[in-house]
Nanobody, 126 residues
Framework: QVQLVESGGGLVQAGGSLRLSCAAS????????MGWFRQAPGKEREFVAA????????YYADSVKGRFTISRDNAKNTVYLQMNSLEAEDTAVYYC???????????????????WGKGTLVTVSS
């Protein structure tokens, strides 16, 4: 079992930045590739970014490429999402997710996830 707790959400003006954190507990954190997803009001949950177990590989949705950066610190059992140049369209609940140990990042992007956090709300005002 893996428990995931997100933090760092809040209200920010368009063009601003936020950094989300996801603290993991339970099974060995470094076994799992990790991802971030988001769900805007009235829309389906969508993939944002994923990072490999070592942190050496990353994968992004086209909508956030160049603006968001995913990273992880296995010593702290934490994955991060640095969000820059935020836009109103980025407003959503952001969820942390853990994939199966042997899953590739594109598999996570397709929604194949073992564990979900409860989410943190990001609101971008225009």
């Amino acid at each position: 079992q893996v428990q995931l707790v997100e933090s760092g959400g809040g209200l920010v003006q368009a063009g601003g930045s936020l950094r989300l954190s996801c603290a993991a507990s339970g099974r060995t954190f470094s076994w799992n590739p990790m991802g971030w997803f988001r769900q805007a009001p009235g829309k389906e949950r969508e993939f944002v970014a994923a990072v490999s177990r070592s942190g050496g590989s990353t994968y992004y949705a086209d909508s956030v490429k160049g603006r968001f950066t995913i990273s992880r610190d296995n010593a702290k059992n934490t994955v991060y999402l640095q969000m820059n140049s935020l836009e109103a369209e980025d407003t959503a609940v952001y969820y942390c997710a853990a994939g199966q140990p042997l899953n590739g990042l594109q598999t996570i992007a397709a929604g194949s996830v073992d564990y979900w956090g409860k989410g943190t709300l990001v609101t971008v005002s225009s």
